[in-house]
């Protein structure tokens, strides 16, 4: 499954993460901070990741799921007691 990911948050961790190299190596961070954005959705893009979306859906359907259990659960035992 290929996730997008927003192209801010990719962004922001770019620059957060070009910010923590030292500035001896002043040089090198412009070049870093111009590809840790690729490399990182490269990187995140090879993960079998899921939308928040698709994970609220999937939670709500085990939520009802459970609720769905709970309910049945309850009825055999009802039917168990009775002779």
Request: no cysteine; charged share 30%; proline share 4%.
């Amino acid at each position: 499954m290929s996730t997008t990911f927003d192209p801010r948050f990719l962004e922001d961790l770019a620059k957060k993460l070009a910010a923590s190299v030292p500035a001896q190596l002043t040089a090198l961070k412009e070049d870093l901070d111009n590809n840790f954005k690729s490399v990182l959705q490269a990187g995140l893009g090879k993960l079998d990741l899921v939308t928040r979306q698709e994970f609220d859906v999937q939670a709500g359907v085990l939520a009802r799921t459970r609720e769905m259990l709970v309910k049945l659960e309850a009825r055999l035992a009802e039917l168990e007691r009775k002779p």
